[in-house]
């Protein structure tokens, strides 16, 4: 398997433009959760969907900030409009729930820079 | 809030030497507790992990401890090698699948 697969790998973009993240999970995993990196805040959830369905998106920022998930094997984590303190890096990981297993795979991420 | 503090924030060893680092968590019900190590430009990668009915666990160079009362779990790497350099994350979790990670420690093994 390739693992999480997430595109593009970075993105620069100038503030109030729209950014669109994408996340392919490992197949066969039915947990998907976004995270966001930074220096001064660390590794934070973002949201996470469960067979598809948002399940918890309480870490979302603000309302500049959506996900979705249309299927299975794909989801996307949208900024509009991107401001630069949205600047981080955004991890995408999937898991396989079934009998309590707790590992979640992360992908290699996205460096998003808003200038 | 949850909170999951982790010590020390940066840690130097020297080759051969034993590195361990440190997490205390808030939430008395949480009953997972995984390790990441995340390299350079990469994702976190599990290492490790312990759940809250186990005190100990030990996987070659690597282990974790967990003391329930007073809420703290500690990874241990012995015989520390230059691969071992990176930045580890602790984390707690209570089977919601949401997990609070601890805020890295960065880990540099000198040869």
């Known amino acids: 398997d390739a693992g999480v697969i997430q595109s593009p790998r970075h993105e620069v973009t100038e503030m109030g433009q729209e950014v669109t993240l994408r996340c392919k999970p490992i197949?066969?995993?039915?947990?998907l959760f976004w995270y966001r990196q930074t220096m001064m805040r660390g590794l934070e959830l973002l949201i996470y969907?469960?067979?598809?369905?948002?399940?918890?998106d309480s870490g979302m920022p603000e309302d500049r900030f959506s996900a979705k998930m249309p299927n299975a094997s794909f989801s996307t984590l949208k900024i509009q409009p991107s401001e630069p303190r949205d600047s981080a890096v955004y991890f995408c990981?999937?898991?396989?729930?079934?009998?309590?297993?707790?590992?979640?795979?992360f992908g290699p991420g996205t460096r998003l820079t808003v200038l | 809030g949850e909170n999951v503090e982790q010590h020390p924030s940066t840690l130097s060893v020297q080759e051969g030497d034993s590195a361990v680092i440190k997490c205390t968590y808030s939430?008395?019900?949480?009953?997972?507790f995984p390790w990441y190590k995340q390299e350079l430009g990469k994702g976190p990668q599990l290492i490790i992990d312990i759940r809250s009915n186990v005190g100990e666990k030990k996987d070659q160079r690597i282990a974790v401890t967990l003391n329930k009362t007073a809420k703290h779990f500690s990874l241990h790497i012995t015989e520390t090698q230059p691969e071992d350099s990176a930045v580890y994350f602790c984390a707690a979790g209570k089977g919601t699948y949401k997990y609070i990670f601890g805020t890295g420690t960065r880990l540099k093994v000198l040869a």
């Open positions: 197949s066969g995993h039915d947990y």
């Open positions: 990981a999937s898991s396989f729930q079934a009998g309590g297993g707790n590992e979640q795979f």
């Open positions: 939430d008395s019900a949480s009953n997972y």
């Open positions: 969907f469960n067979n598809n369905v948002p399940i918890d």
